[in-house]
């Protein structure tokens, strides 16, 4: 698992280091760059075993965005022991340290942002569809005599949200190879999606809120639309 990479990393690091001070025939830029970035390859390829697209699009929000962070968090720990080795060999060794940097860790910052625009994927799920672990949250009731077109209008927008994780689900290519640039292009169109739903949300809110007339009511409307205060 992802949380049990970092641990092995700075011995690993040494290892390479070793072959690099060492080695008659492997000591080139080229080749130690090229011997990192493998390494930085390796990671990837286990933090993607760690993540389930199935259960990120079929609503367990909080142990995939669990999962996501965790490989977030490995893929930082990676650059931060790398960045560690740097210093101290920079420090201590007569050599500099003249790898690619940039070559290395490249695929890495970008999965990393996969890994955060799936996160957001997550959240949306929850907040624009109750989504919480599998299962989705209750349906909010709304009082007065136009409740029922406020719940209607809220299992439209649900309709519509499910409607774009659809298509973002389809997208061609693999959802989780860095190399599959058209990600870039389905995320954004699901993005310009969510901020329509937010306009209908707020609006949906707003029309609402119209309509308290006590307390009580004012407060139940707060909690339920509570889940998406996080949202900016």
Known sequence: RPKDISNKLPNLISLIRIIWVNSPHYNTRERLTSLFRKMSNEIIRLCCHAISLDRIFEGYV??????LQGCISCCHAWKDHYLRAVQMH??????GWVLDQTSIFAQVDAFVQRCKDLIEVCDCQYHFARWEDGNQGPLPCFFGAQ????TRNLLEIEDIFHKNLHVLRAVRGGILDVKNTSWHEDYNKFRAGIK???VMTQNLITSAFELVRDVEHGVLLLDTFHRLAARE
């Open 62 to 67: 909080s142990s995939s965005k669990e999962d």
């Open 90 to 95: 920079t420090q201590f060794s007569s050599r």
């Open 147 to 150: 409740g029922p077109q406020i």
């Open 196 to 198: 329509d739903l937010e």
